[in-house]
């Protein structure tokens, strides 16, 4: 059974950290890209971060939106078959549900195939 399991968030102050875990089953995440997004209440859902699988041969390409580059890293446990989203110098507005999802590439929400059920993060003094 294909299962992707996101887990670290919480609540934590302004200017904090935390890393959020896509744990894969089912399957070899190596292979696949795998993207997180986040949604806000009231808002559409947004990729915040990206990184290439083998399948599409520029594995570990990464990418991230403006407003995140800086502060967050992606990065790939092949051990483990997990992704991580590591996130420093957290801001108010990064408050939101986080949801990793895969598929053969980075691409908008509506392309990926699998996903987590999210975990919420939460910045505020």
């Known amino acids: 059974q294909v299962q992707l399991v996101e887990s670290g968030g919480g609540l934590v102050q302004p200017g904090g950290s935390l890393r959020l875990s896509c744990a894969a089953s089912g399957f070899t995440l190596d292979y696949y890209a795998v993207a997180w997004f986040r949604q806000a209440p009231g808002k559409e859902r947004e990729g915040v971060s990206c990184i290439s699988g083998s399948i599409s041969g520029s594995r570990g390409t990464a990418s991230y939106t403006d407003s995140v580059k800086g502060r967050f890293t992606i990065s790939r446990d092949t051990t483990n078959n997990t992704v991580y989203l590591q996130m420093n110098s957290l801001k108010p507005v990064d408050t939101a549900v986080y949801y990793c999802?895969?598929?053969?590439?980075?691409?908008?929400?509506?392309?990926?195939?699998?996903w987590g059920r999210g975990t919420q993060v939460t910045v505020s003094s």
């Open positions: 999802a895969a598929d053969l590439a980075c691409g908008t929400y509506k392309q990926f195939a699998y």
